[in-house]
């Protein structure tokens, strides 16, 4: 392996590596790239239509709005509508735990000027699939949880709930808890549902390096299904060369029964595409 390479492939771990040490780590910071499911709900239909929608949500955030003034053009942000749905995430990379928040949402979320906040509520969810999804508790008197209750945006940390990893966000509107109840603390009779304008990822790895953060492996022996010969490495989680050796064409095992229990990324290199793989053991 040509120093270059080896190189290359330390940066992509760097990448990946969640690790409270190293405060130092870079992410990328982006906007989601695609909208899975939308599921209007009733009421408001702002920026739904398809001269606006998706590009209004895959964009910004807008660069009008403030905590005292929201943007209500329909090709900034969309009306979910009340009990509307819209799933989005990303195709082209991961959301993935970071130190601190990893992303925010951005709802048209403002202040009056005696600072009351009209806060159209969405609730939060995540998943690595599209399929299985895990949810951010919330609390329906104080909206803690939800998203649309912050003016300029709400932020969410995947460690609060377990995840490592992530594609696809759910927002789900539930300004209906308001409405019913004239008590409320934000109740507000001309609520009519969330209004998303965008989704900051915070920290996010590009898609070629996805893979490894949701393809958790929990073992001691790893299989390697090699269709070349090349390099197979083990790595720490500060990014330290452990293990390295030549890689023949085949299938084989590589047993990690040498090493204390932990995390580690099993890189293997054939020239072409370098393949990692996150190992608990």
Known sequence: MTKGRTNSILVALAMLIVCATNTNAQWQSDVCDTVL???????????????????????????????????????????????????????????????????????NTFRYSDQRVYAEPAHVEVSADGVLWKAFPFDSATLVGCAGITPLGDSFDLALIGVDSVRWIRLTDVTSIIIKDPKHAYYDPTLSGFDLDVVIGLHTTPKAFASALTDLVLTSSVRIDAALPGTTSIYDVRGAVLYRSITQAGVWFLDMAFLPSGAYFVVLDDGVVPRTLKVLR
């Open 37 to 107: 499911r939308f599921t209007p709900g009733t009421g408001q239909t702002n920026g739904q239509g398809p001269v606006f929608f998706p590009a209004n949500v895959l964009r910004g955030p807008s660069r009008i709005a403030t905590e005292y003034v929201p943007d209500t053009d329909p090709r900034e942000i969309c009306s979910l509508g009340l009990g509307g749905s819209i799933v989005l995430g990303y195709r082209s990379a991961a959301l993935v735990d970071g130190q601190g928040a990893d992303f925010i949402v951005v709802e």
